[in-house]
Structure formats: structure tokens, C-alpha cells
């Protein structure tokens, strides 16, 4: 059964680091979510890319946060520098739906992150 | 803007017993409604969704869902649960020209002899 690729699963790092995630969705989505998950609570979406096109990046923190697609398939989720707020799950999704319609997201396993 | 609420952060039940989780979502429109799982230090797995027609949803792992308009409610439902169901459920919504979903904090489901 295809599934989401990330890595890597567990990332330890100090604050003022920089630290990237990597996701490789099912072959054939075009629909790429980046949602960060704090322990506790639901996973919150952080960019949404349609293709290699940003579609949502309103929750993004820019100034430390960047994501990219570059060829419309796996992607690239970037932070610098880490704060230690930054502590938490970053799942990648992957949907076959395009624009207009609510689809069904597949998960990744996640990467976890933790800033010390 | 849309949400979900799930009222419980907790619950237990024993092993056999039957099961409800909470869901109310807050949308305008016609939502798209979905439920998750979630075991320990993994993804998120889908277990069923609603888009519309009958608001009886059957999903995998024999859980099901019913969408209530009048309530704006999405309840899961399980009639007997085993020890293998012990994770954190969520709640989501979603809509048509919207694909983003957006996640309630979920319910950690704990399991009992």
C-alpha cells in the first residue's frame, strides 16, 4: 500500500538551529499539507501546496518558517532558527483531490521535533 | 471561520463496552466531516468521512459515525470496543472549495479490562 515518506522521524536540535523535514507524498497527489501537531492538541495546518503552487500559508511563521515543492512532488519543510516553542510533531498529508473538493488526506508518520 | 470541539479530552471504557466520542463543528455551509486515529507517536489513519447522502456513516475497524444537521454534530461509534482501540480519536471538517481541514483537539480513548 503506498504510503507518506518523511524523515526524519525523531529530530533533536538546540534552539537557534536550523532544521529541516523532508516528505514524499503518494505518487499521483497533487495536494501536499504540512500540519504541525503540539503534544495535546489537533495537528494545525502550516502550508498547503497544490502542485509546486503555495495554496495556504497563512498559518506559517515566515520569518522562521519556509517550505518549498519544487517539482510539484516531494517537499521540503525548513526552520530557522528553531525556538524551543518549536517542540513538536510536523506531519506531512498527502490528498488526490484537487481544488474545490474536501478530500481524504493520507498522514505520514511524522517528525518529531524536540528544541532544547 | 469553521471548528470543531470534542468535549472530551478523556475517556475510558471497558474492553466489550460500547463506545461514543463527541463531535460539534461550527460551518456556514455544507461541511465535509471526518474522523482519525491516531496511535501513539504516529500518523493520522482515517477511519471514515462524510461528504453527504446518508448521514449514517460506516468507517473501518466497525466504527461508525452520524451526522446531525440540527445538532451540527458528527458522533463516533463503536458497539463493542477492543483493547486494540486505545489511541487518540480527532475530529475534522472540511469543505467543499476548502481543502484544508481543521482538527479538533481530540480524545484520548483508554482501554480497560
Known amino acids: 500500500e503506498a504510503e507518506v515518506a518523511q524523515s526524519p522521524r525523531y529530530k533533536i536540535t538546540e534552539k537557534s538551529q536550523a532544521v529541516a523535514f523532508w516528505c514524499d507524498p503518494i505518487s499521483g497527489h497533487a495536494t501536499l499539507y504540512w500540519y504541525r501537531q503540539i503534544l495535546g492538541q489537533g495537528p494545525e495546518l502550516l502550508v498547503q501546496f497544490q502542485d509546486e503552487s503555495v495554496v495556504d500559508d497563512s498559518q506559517l511563521p515566515k520569518d522562521r518558517f519556509s517550505a518549498e515543492r519544487l517539482k510539484g512532488v516531494d517537499s521540503t519543510l525548513k526552520i530557522q532558527p528553531a525556538e524551543l516553542g518549536d517542540s513538536a510533531m510536523y506531519l506531512c498529508a498527502s490528498s488526490l483531490a484537487r481544488t474545490g473538493r474536501a478530500g481524504e488526506l493520507f498522514f505520514g508518520e511524522g517528525s518529531r521535533l524536540t528544541v532544547l | 471561520a469553521q471548528s470543531v470541539t470534542q468535549p472530551d479530552i478523556h475517556i475510558t471504557v471497558s474492553e466489550g463496552a460500547s463506545l461514543e466520542l463527541r463531535c460539534n463543528y461550527s460551518y456556514g455551509a455544507t461541511p465535509y466531516l471526518f474522523w482519525y486515529v491516531q496511535s501513539p507517536g504516529q500518523g493520522l489513519q482515517l477511519l471514515l468521512k462524510y461528504f453527504s447522502g446518508d448521514t449514517l456513516v460506516q468507517g473501518i475497524k466497525g466504527f461508525e459515525a452520524e451526522f446531525k444537521r440540527s445538532q451540527s454534530s458528527f458522533n463516533l461509534r463503536k458497539p463493542s470496543v477492543h483493547w486494540s482501540d486505545a489511541a487518540e480519536y480527532f475530529c475534522?471538517?472540511?469543505?467543499?472549495?476548502?481543502?484544508?481541514?481543521?482538527f479538533g483537539t481530540g480524545t484520548r480513548l483508554t482501554i480497560i479490562p
Open positions: 475534522a471538517v472540511g469543505s467543499f472549495g476548502n481543502e484544508k481541514l481543521t
